[in-house]
């Protein structure tokens, strides 16, 4: 009796476990671009601190090459896009749970993200140039031996740099700074002879001062940004990546690159 019992309730466990089961979507479901226009919008995920990719300007807006590529695609689609601030080190689980659609923010394309999510087409190569003043004699990467060169704290920029162990080992010292900002002014102010930094950051800052930085031909890595999806969400990255395919040959993406780097940058 106690047997047949236990076996009545856990069938009707399993029942209700299928019923209330039947009634949700999966999370793991396509989100298409179908979905996307019935909703009427897109949800950017990004770190809001990453000029000139996405910030807040003196009055609280957010802004930056990406907002503004963002939005063009937007347009294209007939869809607004909605930007959301989140954790950096929590974006991708973000993403996966489905409190935002894309992660558009200078995300570097890696082999370890790309377990976890899908990528569109590569928007934009970066690089990690060595910048100097423009009255130094510092013309390729072997005359930083014995400089000081100034990097960020645990960013790319230092990871290249202390990899190139040829090259570091010979530096009079690596200057690391909890930002880019600090290292830049140092170098104007020849605290600094050099300072490795991201590309997209770099020329950003540059075009601010055109007449006190330039940059080595020569560099120290390359990486690809592209856009963040859903692995599953497959429609949507077409549509995303032919929007973008569209605003390189009209133009748009060049208009918008040289606003904020001075110059043209995307991917070659």
């Known amino acids: 009796m106690k047997k047949r019992i236990i076996s009545v ?13 039947c009634g949700k979507k999966d999370s793991k479901s396509d989100t298409s671009l179908e979905d996307i226009k019935s909703k009427g919008k897109f949800i950017v995920g990004l770190d809001d601190s990453f000029p000139p990719m996405g910030f807040k300007d003196d009055k609280g807006n957010i802004v930056g090459f990406d907002i503004d ?22 974006v991708v689980l973000s993403l996966k749970n489905k409190d935002i659609d894309v992660i558009w ?11 976890q999510i899908g990528f569109s087409t590569p928007y934009l190569q970066n690089k ?9 004699n510092i013309k390729k990467k072997a005359d930083l031996k014995d400089k000081t060169v100034g990097v960020q704290l645990g960013s790319s920029s230092e990871t290249a740099l202390t990899d190139a162990k040829d090259i570091s080992a010979s530096l009079k ?50 990486e690809s940004y592209g856009i963040g999806i859903r692995k599953e969400d497959k429609s949507f990255k077409e549509a995303i990546d032919k929007e973008l395919d569209a ?20 991917q070659k």
Do not use: C, H
């Open 9 to 21: 309730l856990i069938l009707t466990f399993s029942l209700i476990f299928l019923l209330t089961g």
């Open 69 to 90: 590529l963002a939005k063009e695609v937007g347009k294209k689609l007939g869809v607004k896009v909605e930007f959301k601030p989140v954790d950096w080190d929590g």
């Open 105 to 115: 923010n200078g995300l570097t394309i890696t082999d370890k993200r790309k377990e």
């Open 128 to 136: 990690q140039i060595v910048v100097v003043r423009k009255d130094s």
């Open 173 to 222: 010292e690596m200057k690391k700074y909890s930002n880019n900002t600090e290292a830049l002014m140092d170098l104007q102010a020849k605290r600094l002879e050099a300072v490795v930094v991201d590309e997209v950051v770099g020329r950003y800052y540059i075009s601010k001062k055109p007449d006190l930085y330039k940059v080595l031909d020569e560099d120290f890595g390359r």
């Open 247 to 266: 605003l390189k040959k009209d133009g748009t993406y060049d208009k918008i690159s040289k606003k904020w780097f001075g110059e043209t940058i995307k």
